[in-house]
């Protein structure tokens, strides 16, 4: 069964420090797509960032950015000058290539950006 | 303008009794799911309609039947509700169920069973 590992279920940061978030997967294949979703206190849950496995590049979005290891497959996101606005859980998931294949999702962790 | 909206919001109800969630999006996407995040936030597809077809079922309850009158809608009924059923319930959607598309999801309904 693939699974997504988050080990960290609560994080803290400092205001304006950087905080990585680590997530790990198990799988056999060789094509599929990474995402982080967070899901601040208000609930809507809110696309981060996503990352394609043929992509050696790390995605980067804004203050967020991965670093995807293929080989040890894992896939951490880097949140850089964290704002307040950041504490939120947040979700690592995983999809196979190929339409209509489901998003597998970690347990998430739940990250508080103090002042 | 809310791109996936869910009504309603909170739902409190006794258990046995039969309900409904509705989920509407303006995106014009072909693809919506139906999700579960219990109370440790763990999210579970349940279902997953493109184009109005059933494309992902999960080992879900035979009461819960999904309805999609068209591709902008996808109703969640739940028949003889249970107090396990007690979740925050998230629609979601995506321009077509390529894996390469993330996924739009609404504001979730808080399900309640008294």
């Known amino acids: 069964a693939q699974t997504v590992t988050q080990s960290q279920p609560e994080m803290s940061v400092q205001e304006a420090e950087t905080v990585t978030l680590s997530c790990t997967y198990d799988?056999?294949?060789?094509?599929?797509?990474l995402f982080w979703y967070k899901q601040p206190p208000s609930r809507q849950m809110i696309l981060v960032i996503r990352?394609?496995?043929?992509k050696q590049q790390n995605a980067t979005e804004n203050r967020f950015s991965v670093n995807f290891q293929k080989a040890a497959k894992s896939f951490s996101l880097k949140i850089s000058d964290s704002q307040l606005g950041d504490t939120a859980m947040y979700f690592c998931?995983?999809?196979?290539?190929?339409?209509?294949?489901?998003?597998?999702w970690g347990l998430g962790t739940s990250l508080a950006v103090n002042p | 303008d809310t791109a996936v909206s869910q009504t309603p919001k909170y739902l409190v109800t006794q258990m046995g009794n039969d309900k409904s969630i509705k989920c509407e999006q303006n995106?014009?996407?072909?693809?919506m799911y139906w999700y579960k995040q219990d109370s440790k936030k763990f999210l579970k597809i349940m279902f997953s309609?493109?184009?109005?077809?059933?494309?992902i079922n999960e080992t879900v309850p035979n009461r819960f039947s999904p309805k999609s009158p068209d591709k902008a809608h996808l109703n969640l009924h739940i028949n003889s509700l249970e107090l396990g059923d007690s979740a925050v319930y998230f629609c979601?959607?995506?321009?077509?169920?390529?894996?390469?598309?993330?996924?739009?999801f609404g504001d979730g309904t808080r399900l309640s069973i008294l």
């Open positions: 309609y493109n184009n109005k077809e059933l494309i």
């Open positions: 998931a995983f999809k196979y290539a190929g339409n209509n294949r489901k998003l597998i």
């Open positions: 799988t056999s294949e060789n094509n599929y797509y």
């Open positions: 995106l014009g996407h072909d693809t």
């Open positions: 990352q394609e496995a043929y």
């Open positions: 979601a959607s995506s321009p077509t169920g390529g894996s390469n598309q993330p996924q739009h």
